[in-house]
């Protein structure tokens, strides 16, 4: 299985300043054929289900914000808050569909407000 | 709109089964696979398997192979996942999710999420 690998663990960033989660796969989830990236990031507020943000790496699902972008190509990934917000306190998670079954995803990484 | 709406809480004792439910509305249920995916109390996320609503056939991650089954009735538009042989350590929040391709081609990513079962196991 392919292992997903998120940091940091957790970050606390003020209001308004960018943060950046990152996201590494132990073998490359590119898909030449069709030029994509195997790659999704959710976001899951407290007491919540996950919430799609952005598949394919970097394509942002309807409704996202535009501060949420996602970017990265064959093993490493990154997703950035351009500018955070207080209701984007939440635990992110990457996984990859590449190699499925089985998905799976990263540990997580919880974003605060510092 | 997409709903998911799945069955309450439920505690278990060690070695007993529990089915939870989610059913589906405000789309054509037979048209996109339905994955199950449970999260441990403050941990990360698994993977369970999935069902295509139309044809039945399922997939099952390694992890569960032998102790889960995952079913669907089109009649009621709702899918079942039934775990047995239950230890403490699948105390876990149970989610049911859409897959966001269509029937004839999944993704494996999911765009719609059900609100989550909490299943207990404990003697």
């Known amino acids: 299985d392919i292992v997903m690998t998120q940091s940091p663990d957790s970050l606390a960033v003020s209001l308004g300043e960018r943060a950046t989660i990152n996201c590494k796969s132990s073998?490359?989830?590119?898909?030449?054929?069709?030029?994509?990236?195997?790659l999704a990031w959710y976001q899951q507020k407290r007491g919540q289900p996950p919430k799609l943000l952005i598949s394919?790496?970097?394509t942002r699902e309807s409704g996202v914000p535009d501060r949420f972008s996602g970017s990265g190509s064959g093993t490493d990934f990154t997703l950035t808050i351009s500018s955070l917000q207080a209701e984007d306190v939440a635990v992110y998670y990457c996984?990859?569909?590449?190699?499925?079954?089985?998905?799976?995803f990263g540990g997580g990484t919880k974003v605060e407000i510092k | 709109q997409v709903q998911l709406v799945q069955s309450g809480a439920e505690v278990r004792k060690p070695g007993a089964s529990v089915k939870v439910s989610c059913k589906a509305s405000?789309?054509?249920?037979?048209?996109?696979?339905v994955h199950w995916v449970r999260q441990a109390p403050g941990q990360g996320l698994q993977w369970m398997g999935h069902?295509?609503?139309?044809?039945?056939?399922?997939t099952y991650a390694q992890d569960f192979q032998g102790r889960v089954t995952i079913t669907r009735d089109t009649s009621t538009n709702t899918a079942y996942m039934e775990l047995n042989n239950l230890r403490s350590d699948d105390t876990a929040v149970y989610f049911c999710?859409?897959?966001?391709?269509?029937?004839?081609?999944?993704?494996?990513?999911?765009?719609?999420w059900g609100q989550g079962t909490l299943v207990t196991v404990s003697s």
């Open positions: 999710a859409r897959d966001k391709g269509w029937v004839t081609a999944d993704f494996f990513f999911f765009d719609f």
């Open positions: 405000g789309y054509t249920f037979t048209g996109y696979y």
């Open positions: 069902i295509n609503p139309n044809s039945g056939d399922t």
């Open positions: 073998q490359s989830v590119f898909y030449s054929s069709n030029n994509k990236n195997y």
């Open positions: 394919w790496a970097s």
């Open positions: 996984q990859q569909y590449y190699s499925s079954p089985p998905v799976t």
